[in-house]
């Protein structure tokens, strides 16, 4: 009788043991699977937009994708249609064009033509204007515009402030 009291308990406590091992483990499972701080820092660029040049197209880099910037010149601002100003990012005064840098039809990277012939994507002729919008097909959609804040003359990407959710609840990007 003692014997059978005595696996009893045993089994138990193994249980016990092997549910606490169980339980430590997948805490920490779940703690690697969690992005490391610096990770999560990485998530936001903060861009000083008072240093762009008119009309020269500055590849930035976030979150390992190319973040297309073009500060738009008074003549280009001045000739924009409805829909070119709708994609507008304006800081600061100053016009900029804000797209992440890959086509819409399968991901590569078109290269920048100026204001007139804006991008053209090699792989199979897509074209963008100058403002991110398409103008030749195959690509579905203009450029997507990335997550950003506007704070005084500086741009947080990866932050959604008010300009960019109108820009997303009116369906000029995803």
């Not at 483990?25 to 040049?53: C, H, I, N, Q, R």
Request: proline share 6%; net charge neutral.
């Amino acid at each position: 009788m003692e014997s059978n009291s005595r696996r009893g308990f045993m089994g138990k406590a193994f249980g016990a043991v092997a549910a606490v091992g169980a339980v430590g483990s997948l805490v920490a499972m779940k703690s690697s699977w969690d992005p490391l701080p610096s990770v999560k820092a990485a998530g936001f660029t903060t861009l000083d937009m008072s240093t762009y040049e008119e009309n020269e197209l500055i590849t930035e880099k976030w979150r390992g994708k190319p973040i297309f910037v073009l500060k738009k010149t008074a003549a280009m601002v001045a000739s924009q249609t409805d829909a070119q100003k709708e994609r507008d990012v304006v800081v600061d005064g100053m016009h900029f064009m804000l797209a992440i840098g890959l086509c819409t039809h399968l991901g590569c990277i078109p290269a920048y033509k100026g204001e007139k012939d804006g991008f053209l994507c090699a792989c199979h002729g897509g074209q963008f204007d100058w403002a991110g919008a398409v103008t030749k097909v195959p690509p579905p959609r203009g450029f997507d515009i990335p997550p950003f804040k506007i704070d005084g003359n500086k741009l947080v990407l990866g932050e959604a402030g008010p300009e960019y959710t109108k820009m997303k609840e009116t369906g000029i990007t995803l």
